[in-house]
């Protein structure tokens, strides 16, 4: 059974709509209605509907535009569009936006019933390709595959050196390392100045099962692939996938794609699903880096787990490339940055208790050295030093102390530094949050005030930009900009003689009549009736 959402600016025809059909026969389920299209944008952000049946013209935002944004929210959702207007040419600007069916009025019930057996149909359809993608047998699939993984592991895999499989070892040459990629399906061109960026893909069932499998490749890119260039590989219990294209493309659809993955999951699959992304970066000889940078915002959680993890909204956004590490430091750093400080002592315990690595006097200075790279990427430079000095580290550190004072030493500092590094991340938090509030209330007049402008201008995601939002204020960014748009509006209305054409103006709306719309869905009165109210007193 579908859900399904029916936006409909005509009331009648609306009705006629919901109850006349005979909707569980056919395989739906009407989960809500909508008179506008702001209405419905609202709705497929809080029933995730899979299917929204629109007209093309309605009030305050066209079905057009209603495509756009609603893919942006739920890139797994279909659209049928059902209108009056026989232009072919209209309606393909929404075909990139998930159109599955374009209807066209007047339609009886039965040639409706008929349309929406088709849609269903060809949302079945849709669905068993996702589910047989997911257990695909195909031998030159699985072929493909394979070379893949045997060109790409090394590359995010290998701490050591880059070798790609099928390139020589004497060809320290990123022309050839590039024209493997073009081979694979990886990129379009070696010529075509494309980046690169690396998404670390894990699926659960339930809560704590990890139920990652080689198949889940297959679900994965046929996703992707429709975005951006792609392939992807299976490791110890995680996708990794390598996406391609220009960055204005990979700016734009890598949050679509990875949430139609997400969604994708829990609709087909029934399985919760995490992503983590690294940043972009031009040269696969850097995927190691970038792999690492995946694993990492994979590992961070805000107890939600419906939308992507970007590493540059999780950590300073300088770009450089890292030199090998031993995985011990590996998995400090990951720890240092992600983990509860119970696992972090468990980790250096085990460490330290080896009785081959244990007493190594290099692997203690690495240890010191990564704890001051994790804690300078992530706290403020005179933070580090207060701290430092409070440490009282000597260059001598290893020859006038026992291991065990080494030891001591560096568990304390490991703690001290995870302490800052999680205070100063909710400390950004709050911070971004605290800019984005004073943004609404100081722009509020601007129409074009958007979320995406806003996490633009503070240099994270929009996505990560809602979570937090709804996190630290408990309200989402169109509600909380709603809300103060009201308030200013209502003053104006009670302590001025403005016309209601210039508060609407004053208030971000160039169109009154939404601006009454969005007054008296938020007091239950219009803007005419409170004033006058007013004066009745």
Known sequence: MYTMLIADDENELRHAIVRTINWNEIGFRIVGEAENGVEALELVEQLEPDLLLTDIKMPFLSGIELARRARNVRPVMDIAFLSGYDDFQYAQQAIEYNIISYLLKPLSAAELTKEMQNIKNKMDEKFKKMQYVHSLSDFSQKKLEYERSLYLLPIFLDTVSLHVTNVPRNIDNEI?????????????????HSLYCVLVIQFWQGEKYNCTEWEHIGFVDEIAKKYVCCGSVYSNGKIITIVSDNKRNLDKY?????????????????QGCEIGISKQFE????GNTAYAEAVTACEYTFGESKEPRFISDMENVNTYISK???????????LLKTAEEDVLNAFLNQVFEDPEIGHNEFLMMQLMSTIYAVLSSAVEEKEVELLLKQMSFSDKLLVRHSYDKIKESIRKFAFMAHSMIVNQRKHNSELICDEAIQIINQEYSDENLKLSAISERLHVSSSYLSTLIKKEQGDSFISLLTEK?????????????RKILEIATACGYS???????????????????????????
């Open 254 to 270: 890598t949050p679509i794609f990875s949430k139609e993955i997400i969604q994708g999951a829990n609709r087909i699959l029934n």
């Open 324 to 334: 090998p590490v031993d995985m011990i430091t590996m998995e400090l750093e990951r």
């Open 283 to 286: 040269f696969l000889k850097n």
């Open 511 to 537: 169109d009154h009549h939404y601006f009454s719309y969005c007054f008296k869905k938020y007091y239950g009165i219009s803007p005419n009736k409170m004033r006058e109210s007013v004066r009745d007193v």
């Open 485 to 497: 748009r009201m308030k200013v509006a209502k003053e104006y209305l009670l302590c001025s003689s």
């Open 176 to 192: 050839e390392i590039e024209k493997r990629a073009v081979e694979l399906g990886l990129k379009r061109a070696v010529s075509d």
